[in-house]
């Protein structure tokens, strides 16, 4: 396990060349449209359904596909029905229930 780690630590250590747009050959320019990763778009998601902004939610959703989205969106319920139970002392079943006006079980 040791030795994945070591060559893990050695691949992304590694000084990269810095490249410029101006140093950059014309083949090799990076197209100059921002790129989202999953979790910004989840964030972005919720966020603007939080707040029933629908020109927001029709522009995060457009970020990544729907499965990448919707697998976002899932990871960011999960951590924040677990920060909300931690802050409360109280199990992340009881706080998910809580959220959705449920009973407690």
């Known amino acids: 396990m040791s030795g994945t780690l070591a060559r893990l ?3 992304f250590s590694r000084p990269r060349p810095i490249e410029s747009p101006e140093h950059s050959p014309p083949g090799k320019r990076r197209p100059e449209k921002r790129t989202h990763n999953l979790f ?7 966020s603007a359904c939080a707040e029933d902004d629908q020109d927001g939610i029709d522009e995060a959703a457009t970020w ?3 499965e990448a989205l919707s697998f976002g969106v899932n990871e960011l319920a ?3 029905v677990i920060a909300i139970a931690r802050e409360r002392d109280e199990s992340p079943s009881a706080v998910a229930r809580t959220l959705l006006g449920l009973p407690t079980a």
């Open 9 to 11: 630590w050695k691949l």
């Open 40 to 46: 910004e778009a989840a964030a972005a998601y919720v």
């Open 64 to 66: 990544v596909s729907p």
């Open 78 to 80: 999960c951590r924040a």
